[in-house]
């Protein structure tokens, strides 16, 4: 369950979906009722291997498949070894990062990349974004909330300016923070813990990079609402 939904699995049809419903007291303001409708006109029209399928918006809950797997947050307690191997931090970034590219290409802003909202599948460990509730598009502008720990300098404060694409790789790069936290050792740099292992942080990011389309159409002035 989330801050401001509870969630469920059910049966449709002979096959489980899962069910996000907002919380009693959030049911009848008209900002979270809008925020899940957003959520799901924009995620029905979506269709990637690292997003879940929507399937139908009912009054006050979305209905959408199942993903068989447990947040980020819950695999590293699993697993706790999993992301000490080289491989499979490319792996997990590769595929996080070709599912954000595949929403930034269709102009949407997650704008809430964090663990919770990232699962990995029980087979395969693939990844599988979740909850577009505080996503920005040009359709849907309005955006009402962020997580603080994953968030952008542009999201926070009076300061706010314009939200991109750069924003959502900021929260990827708080992610894989997260994800090789216990490996650095104290009186090391994030930086140069990633340096020491091999990473080249320019060819990573040219696996996002894509000219087909201009960020600047996809950047949000927050001091015009």
Do not use: W
């Amino acid at each position: 369950n989330g801050a401001t939904c509870d969630t469920y699995y059910a049966r449709l049809h002979g096959r489980r979906v899962f069910i996000k419903r907002l919380k009693e007291k959030y049911r009848l303001d008209p900002r979270y009722l809008a925020a899940l409708e957003k959520e799901f006109k924009l995620g029905y029209r979506l269709e990637h291997k690292a997003l879940p399928r929507y399937i139908s918006f009912e009054q006050d809950a979305i209905v959408m498949d199942f993903v068989e797997g447990v947040t980020l947050t819950q695999f590293i307690k699993e697993n706790p070894e999993y992301f000490s191997l080289k491989k499979n931090i490319d792996r997990f970034m590769m595929q996080l990062l070709e599912g954000v590219k595949y929403l930034h290409h269709n102009s949407i802003l997650h704008l809430d990349l964090k663990p919770e909202n990232v699962m990995i599948s029980h087979i395969g460990n693939d990844v599988h974004i979740i909850d577009l509730g505080f996503c920005y598009s040009d359709a849907f502008n309005d955006t009402i909330g962020y997580t603080h720990s994953f968030a952008a300098p542009e999201q926070e404060g009076k300061s706010q300016e314009k939200v991109g694409t750069y924003t959502d790789i900021f929260a990827i790069g708080k992610i894989l923070e997260y994800i090789l936290r216990e490996y650095i050792e104290e009186d090391i740099t994030f930086r140069e813990f990633m340096e020491e292992k091999g990473y080249d942080n320019e060819k990573i990011l040219s696996q996002y990079e894509n000219k087909e389309y201009d960020d600047e159409e996809l950047e949000h002035d927050f001091d015009d609402e």
